[in-house]
């Protein structure tokens, strides 16, 4: 797989870790179990943006950053061919996970993402909710023999520890 360019909307307040999957795994998400580190990513800044926000008229502050993927091997759940093989259906990709998350049963997203792991997939590709473009989430990153995630701060804007928000 080529480099790809990719966004993540962070809270600020997280900025200063933006290959961090801690946030993810202390919730969980709707291809990652609670516990299980995970990235989410998209192709699109604007969709970055959107993914971040339940309402947008209460716009939360959010710092987007870019990133370069590189030699990721990615699920690709858009595409209908691959499918049938994984038994993924309409109602598995569009499955309730946060009620799984609450209840602590196993998603039917949790468990595809754990079966495509297995199988030597980094992650995998999905429709965003909001307006169909290309969300990526990665359960294995910049580990040998994972894909590769490199931030883009040419200038060094991002913190570089929570200082700023450590109250005195």
Known sequence: MPDRILYRAHSPRYAYAPLSGAGAASTGGRWNAPGDEALYLTADPTTAILETQPNIDRF?????????????QL?????????????ITHDLLTADWYTHAIEK????TWALAKRLA?????????????????????????RPG??????????RRLPRDDRSWSRN
């Open 118 to 142: 297995s199988n030597g997939y980094h992650g995998l590709s999905y429709a965003s909710k909001h307006n169909g473009l290309e969300n990526v989430v990665l359960w294995s990153w910049n």
């Open 105 to 108: 049963t196993e998603a039917p």
């Open 60 to 72: 939360k502050p959010v710092t987007l950053v870019s990133y370069v993927l590189s030699d990721a």
């Open 75 to 87: 699920f690709d759940t858009r595409d209908p061919a691959g499918h049938p093989s994984w038994g």
């Open 146 to 155: 994972a894909a590769r995630l490199r931030v883009v701060d040419h200038d």
